[in-house]
């Protein structure tokens, strides 16, 4: 029998309103018994990892995926299952909405830690052109784009450019659909914050166009630090407590 839109809003807020744990086995099988058991193990972990293991954001993101007229392909990536496709067909609402430069930042096809020099992240072109040559990835210092990023709480200002200033890497070229992964270099942070008391440091990029008109999803990338080695190793993300931060944010303030 099929169910309306009202009556399977009322099932997922019933059961979302059992749901309590943080033990991610039982994450994993409460997503399942939410959208169903097709779904494979590796897809739920993967949608819960892209949601912070939050499984109302994780039930939304598979729901997202699920009514788009093609599948996501994940052709070369490892661990990350098999995406269902649904059964229902439905319209693509968002063919006529898309931006023609957009960019999904996505959990590496590997793992999302880094080394001393650089971290790993894989990037889909989520909107409607292919990205040409010229597009980069850049610091991000407007504290209003960079919202997780740490701040000086004196100036205000954004305290670590992961690039510099004006360093920029290039964006390789990538039709609508495709994922790229991406091996970003960055530089360190100022050599006077690290001492005993340090703690991760937040620091953000944009992608821009050749014109340089930012598109996209912001990256984030946490260096943290090393203080007997007197370095940091990167990865990309924020910690858990830094993305907290935006999620009690009220929505007219993001």
């Known amino acids: 029998m099929e169910l309306s839109t009202c009556e399977l809003d009322a099932q997922l807020l019933e059961r979302f309103s059992a749901l309590g744990t943080r033990d991610k086995e039982e994450l994993v099988n409460q997503l399942k018994a939410v959208v169903g058991t097709d779904i494979s193990t590796d897809s739920c972990r993967f949608f819960l990892e892209l949601s912070d293991w939050n499984i109302q954001r ?19 990536m490892v661990n990350h299952g098999t995406i269902m496709t649904p059964t229902t067909p439905s319209v693509n609402i968002e063919t006529f909405t898309r931006p023609l430069y957009d960019l999904r930042v996505w959990p590496s096809s590997t793992s999302s830690k880094g080394t001393y020099e650089a971290f790993k992240v894989t990037v889909e072109n989520s909107g409607l052109s292919q990205w040409h040559e010229g597009c980069y990835i850049r610091s991000e210092s407007n504290p209003s784009i960079a919202k997780l990023a740490d701040q000086d709480p004196h100036t205000g200002c954004v305290m670590w450019l992961p690039l510099g200033p004006s360093g920029r890497v290039p964006l390789p070229p990538a039709h609508p659909g495709q994922f790229v992964d991406l091996l970003i270099s960055v530089n360190q ?5 690290l001492n005993p008391s340090s703690k991760n440091l937040v620091g953000a990029m944009s992608f821009c166009s050749s014109t340089g008109d930012v ?18 190793a990167y990865q990309r993300g924020v910690p858990d407590s830094t993305a907290a931060k935006l999620r009690d944010t009220p929505m007219d303030e993001t």
């Not at 039930?59 to 070369?76: I, K």
């Not at 942070?189 to 914050?193: R, Y």
């Open 189 to 193: 942070p100022p050599s006077a914050i």
């Open 58 to 76: 994780a039930v939304g993101a598979y729901f997202d995926f699920s009514f788009e007229n093609s599948p996501p392909c994940f052709s070369g």
């Open 215 to 232: 598109f996209g999803e912001t990256l984030y990338c946490t260096a943290i630090p090393d203080v007997v080695n007197q370095i940091w």
